[in-house]
């Protein structure tokens, strides 16, 4: 029986992982609702895509008996109070990434998936492509022997790119938490980065470099140095479809989109529902994620405080 979805936010993201989903056989998923805080634009979107209920509000949404899943699309500034709202009322729920603004709001919603015994997930769609499977397989298989250092770029700030960067490093040292973490970074008036620099050591002398940034250009990968040995992540590392190893080029192409997307390779977004339909086979209750503590100590080195932090 067909995952029934409902997408609690209806906009960019929204629509490119509904024209996602429209590449996946209709018997493994459907959505069948999408919630936003106007009830015009929910309906325009639910016209937009086919989807046969439309709702002015997030709560209708969540009571909603025909829905298996949520996949929450709100600022992320609103993941904790939605997010919780969502797993309250017994739903299943996908959550756009970051998880939350700080580790205590991911341990609030891991804490409230558990109660309620649902399955919750960080929409950390990278973790998903067939790329990056290719990657975790060569890594098990010694490929490059032993790894020595891993080095990711990407063009954005902390909590809205950043976190693709940890992501890659934690995958590739397979979920090891690093020994020590030293970061610096300059921030706007707002408060916000501009630019980081995270450097991680890992047992046996395995050291990580990441730098995102909203003031350059950058390439927008990764790359990975053996003993014997490169894979590289050509750009854009996160949603990626060209794989470099020894120097060696192999693509993986994505399916067409019936519709125009608003975001690079976004038919990707097929590969995180598919890992969602069989985490929920498995009984699976929280796939959790570990960079959220990286993400609040990086922050604390380089002063940059929210205020949900104080609460």
Known sequence: MATQWGLCGAGKIS?????????????DHQIVAV????????????????????YGSYEE????????????????????????????????????????????????????????????????????????????????????SEVKLVKAFFGGALLDIGVYTLQFVLMVFNGERPESIHATGVLLNSGVDESMVVVMKFPRNRLAFCFFSTAVSLPNDATINGTKGTIRVLGPMHCPTTLEVNGKMTQYPLPE????????????????????????????????RPWSLIMDECRKQVGMVFNQDSQ
């Not at 629509?15 to 018997?27: E, I, M, N, Q, R």
């Not at 019936?258 to 929280?286: D, H, I, W």
Request: charged residues 25%.
């Open 15 to 27: 629509h490119d992982f509904s024209v996602a989903t429209k590449t996946l056989p209709p018997g």
């Open 35 to 54: 919630a936003a805080r106007s009830l015009e634009r929910a309906q325009e979107f639910a016209k937009k895509h086919s989807i046969s209920k439309a």
């Open 61 to 144: 949404l969540a009571s909603d008996p025909e829905i298996d899943m949520v996949y929450l699309r709100v600022l992320h500034t609103e993941h904790w109070r939605v997010g919780l709202l969502v797993l309250q009322a017994g739903k299943n729920m996908l959550c756009e990434k970051p998880f939350a603004m700080n580790s205590r709001e991911v341990g609030d919603l891991i804490a409230a998936s558990k109660k309620s015994n649902v399955f919750i997930m960080e929409a950390i769609w990278s973790h998903c492509f067939p790329l990056h499977r290719e990657v975790r397989r060569l890594l098990a298989e010694d490929a490059i």
């Open 257 to 288: 989109p019936s519709l125009p997307l608003n975001f690079t390779n976004s038919t990707g977004l097929r590969y995180e529902a598919e890992e969602v339909g069989q985490c929920m086979l498995k009984g699976m209750v929280a796939r959790n």
